[in-house]
């Protein structure tokens, strides 16, 4: 038997108390089972949560960005909408968000990752949380989750150093 998914088994990325309410519902929607359904999401019971919100279609060929909330749209810098994964431009951060993509789609279980690319001359720290949907209650149809891309402020007394990044697969039962 599965037991609920706690935020805190799910790394770094659930310090931010809007990926931790992803999370809680994300748990409460699969009501004890491995996941819930695309259609059990209903984005009218998360309105806080959506600036931040990721929707993808999980296909063969890789997930395919089907909803990025506009806070998280507005701080990539560009629209995302039916746009691959693999066309994201996140420099060094890159094969992170592929790995955390490929693990929750094979693993069906939370992924969590975080990390900083730099773009514009900006350090940009960004954390996600990836969690999976199933419409038949066995195969992975979409994945559901929070994207946060924060600028990392610069401090003229220190040298600015990229957070180390990390992948984090869930525990469970």
């Not at 009218?44 to 997930?63: Q, S």
């Not at 279980?109 to 949380?129: D, N, Y």
Request: charged share 20%.
């Amino acid at each position: 038997m599965l037991e609920l998914i706690r935020p805190e088994t799910i790394g770094d990325a659930a310090q931010n108390a809007r990926l931790q309410a992803l999370v809680r519902y994300w748990n409460a929607k699969r009501a004890g089972g491995s996941m819930p359904s695309r259609q059990q999401i209903e984005p009218i019971e998360i309105p806080r949560l959506l600036p931040i919100v990721l929707i993808a279609d999980a296909t063969v060929a890789g997930a395919r960005i089907r909803l990025l909330g506009t806070e998280a749209t507005a701080a990539y810098g560009q629209e995302t909408h039916g746009k691959c994964v693999d066309e994201f431009e996140l420099g060094e951060f890159m094969p992170f968000w592929l790995k955390a993509f490929a693990l929750v789609t094979q693993s069906g279980k939370p992924v969590s990752a975080g990390g900083s690319f730099h773009k514009e001359s900006q350090l940009r720290r960004i954390l996600t949380v990836l969690m999976p949907l199933s419409d038949d209650g066995l195969s992975i149809s979409h994945i559901f989750g929070g994207l946060l891309i924060r600028p990392t402020p610069w401090s003229s007394s220190i040298i600015q150093e990229a957070p180390t990044p990390y992948l984090h697969l869930a525990r469970t039962g």
